[in-house]
């Protein structure tokens, strides 16, 4: 028995730890709150304290900005778009990185309140997950409508007119523009995916790893601890990463023009 401990299995669902009034505030939304908070401290002391000779923290910031800004330059396929989406694809590796790694740490979860934990992983939540993949696929529809109009956006799905333009070229065009019409349907359905995928994909390694870190502890709590945190932080960070590359991916295609457009 001195090899095993007893860890409560994660449930699905976040409990909620108080309300306010209607709006119930669960442990997962209490640890979202606390990594913005430390995000935004960090920020701004790293903003005041930076100096023309950087330190070793301001080092290896700029090489985690630096790296980040190569990756989005080649997913992006030019620099300047990859400027452009810095500060939104680093914020959100460095909110869902913190937020996938912060429980790690030894204590934070064991704040409870009137006998409810207080934090859980935010990234546990598939509710986080959600909202954070339905902000992030909202916000390539928006620079797609800032590209190419909200007319020219919505063509990109109802090609009615490539419709009447292919029957006026002849019967064969007007068959394959309908053909086209049709994917463009499934292109709306194809958005939908990506928020659904995008957060699942985050939300099920993040509760995958913690249910079977339970399972672990239970039996091998002696060997396991170390080797098993040092694993969940690199696939924390790795998921981060995942996630903030899919996003710049899905915003690089919403603006990119095809070759009529271009010519």
């Known amino acids: 028995m001195s090899f095993q401990v007893a860890v409560a299995q994660p449930e699905v669902q976040p409990e909620a730890v108080f309300a306010i009034g209607n709006f119930v505030v669960s442990n997962a939304m209490m640890m979202s709150v606390v990594v913005t908070f430390i995000f935004l401290f960090l920020s701004v002391g790293f903003i005041r304290k930076s100096k023309l000779v950087p330190s070793i923290f301001q080092t290896m910031f700029e090489l ?10 080649s997913i992006m396929g030019n620099r300047k778009g990859a400027e452009k989406m810095l500060p939104l694809i680093g914020s959100l590796f460095l909110f869902v990185g913190l937020s996938n790694v912060i429980a790690l740490f030894p204590g934070v979860t064991s704040f409870t309140y009137d006998g409810v934990q207080m ?8 509710n986080t997950t959600f909202s954070i993949a339905l902000a992030m696929i ?8 800032k590209e190419f109009g909200i007319f020219g956006h919505l ?3 109802f090609k ?3 419709v009447v333009v292919g029957f006026k070229k002849g019967a064969g ?17 194809s958005e939908i995916a990506k928020v659904i995928s995008l957060s699942l994909r985050l939300f099920g390694n993040m509760y995958a790893g913690e249910v079977l870190a339970a399972i672990l502890l239970g039996t091998f709590a002696m060997f396991i601890p170390a ?9 924390g960070l790795l998921q981060a990463l995942v996630f903030g590359s899919l996003t710049a991916a899905y915003y690089a295609l919403a603006i990119e023009k095809s070759e009529e457009q271009i010519n």
């Not at 080797?227 to 696939?235: R, Y």
């Open 64 to 73: 985690l900005v630096d790296g980040i800004l190569g990756l989005l330059e």
């Open 155 to 157: 063509g990109k799905y």
């Open 227 to 235: 080797p098993w945190l040092a694993m969940n932080l690199l696939v």
């Open 160 to 162: 009615f007119k490539d």
């Open 138 to 145: 909202i916000l390539t529809q928006i620079a797609s409508m």
């Open 173 to 189: 065009e007007g068959v394959l523009a309908i053909v086209d019409f049709l994917i463009g349907l499934l292109d709306i359905v």
């Open 119 to 126: 934090f859980r992983t935010p990234t546990n939540d598939f």
